[in-house]
């Protein structure tokens, strides 16, 4: 189950000793209004914070993201950059599964029957219940390769979409240095 308002989200953390804190609906509250398809680094979500005014620590934001997935909330995924990026988990979202270009991190999410039901199969076959399939194919994009990329080319090397501004990054662009750390 993946509470979607406060009010069940509330319950859902009591039920399980938790409070809801303003963070915790706070960062619920993010995670429902992001597009479908849009993931959040913590490091993401946590400039998304500050250019909104909230005094969250980025600990805090770990801390509760890790709660969050832990309880199924939300969705945690390996994707590019070498940290885990979050979606919620809705209980009516069709599994899913990820593109990602290894230049310029762009992220193309997928749905496969055949991947779904031999992951399932496979936990039945080891006499598992499946929780959750996640495949994540990297992948190099149509424009890196259209620009030359090659596995050759210097890792300095840069998509010209990697250069393009996302919506994530522009709603993340910090307008004062980071000093809110040590706020909770």
């Not at 953390?13 to 993931?39: S, V, W």
């Not at 620590?57 to 909330?73: D, E, F, K, N, P």
């Not at 390996?78 to 762009?106: D, F, M, S, T, W």
């Amino acid at each position: 189950m993946s509470p979607n308002t406060s009010a069940s989200l509330k319950a859902f953390l009591n039920e399980r000793g938790f409070r809801l804190t303003p963070q915790r609906q706070t960062i619920l509250h993010i995670f429902q209004t992001l597009p479908q398809g849009d993931h959040l680094s913590a490091e993401d979500l946590h400039k998304i914070l500050q250019r909104q005014g909230e005094r969250i620590s980025l600990s805090t934001v770990y801390r509760t993201l890790h709660l969050m997935a832990y309880m199924g909330i939300l969705r945690e995924l390996e994707l590019a950059e070498g940290h885990k990026h979050y979606e919620l988990n809705a209980p009516n979202r069709q599994q899913h599964h990820h593109l990602v270009c290894v230049q310029c991190n762009q992220t193309i999410e997928f749905e496969s029957d055949l991947i779904d039901r031999i992951g399932s199969k496979q936990a039945e076959n080891e006499g598992y219940h499946l929780l959750d399939c996640q495949l994540t194919v990297y992948v190099v994009c149509p424009e890196a390769m259209a620009q030359g990329w090659s596995m050759t080319l210097s890792r300095d090397w840069v998509c010209s979409r990697s250069m393009q501004s996302r919506h994530i990054a522009s709603l993340a662009e910090p307008s004062e240095p980071d000093n809110l750390d040590s706020a909770s």
